[in-house]
């Protein structure tokens, strides 16, 4: 039995189980760290044992069909919900991860507008690629977000600046000094 199956057969008993309680057994928050708790599982997975793209892609599928089945079990998703969802779509494809993104931030179906740890996961996520500008470009979508809770902190900074310093770009070392000006 290979290691997909056996996820999804864990994540399919867990929310079986979920499903099969009445509704006043568990409370919604519990209901909600469950279904956290195997989205989470799915990021491992994709991390640990996943090394093509296609069996990460597979990872974040799964991850989306729990969130899928979250909300069709009336559980609401919350921050760290959309969160996780971001950082396993992340790990397989960025350009899908940033279309969850445009989701988060234009879409009136999403709940959960995107916050600080949103931003700063796609930036991780570019800047571990070397992809220094396309972090920044995060960056700056941090920057002008409409949310007044939303705006870069030192650590997105420095992820930024760090990354312009692993780059071999010519032009990393002016490009990091000039972030660091915004500090």
């Not at 069709?72 to 921050?79: C, E, Y």
């Not at 940033?98 to 949103?118: G, K, R, W």
């Amino acid at each position: 039995q290979d290691w997909t199956t056996t996820a999804s057969t864990t994540s399919s008993t867990i929310e079986g189980g979920l499903s099969s309680s009445p509704q006043g057994g568990v409370h919604p928050r519990q209901r909600r760290i469950a279904y956290n708790t195997v989205i989470m599982a799915w990021i491992n997975y994709a991390e640990q044992h996943c090394h093509t793209v296609e069996e990460k892609e597979a990872a974040g599928q799964q991850a989306d069909q729990i969130l899928d089945r979250m909300q069709r079990h009336g559980v609401m998703p919350d921050s760290y919900t959309y969160n996780n969802i971001l950082k396993t779509l992340s790990i397989a494809n960025m350009e899908t991860a940033e279309s969850f993104l445009n989701y988060m931030e234009t879409s009136d179906e999403c709940v959960v507008p995107p916050d600080n740890f949103t931003y700063i996961t796609l930036m991780d996520a570019w800047a571990k690629r070397r992809y220094p500008e396309r972090a920044y470009a995060i960056l700056q979508r941090m920057e002008q977000s409409r949310n007044p809770e939303v705006y870069p902190n030192v650590v997105a900074y420095n992820m930024i600046v760090n990354a312009y310093a692993k780059s071999s770009d010519p032009y990393a070392a002016e490009e990091a000094e000039a972030i660091l000006t915004k500090l």
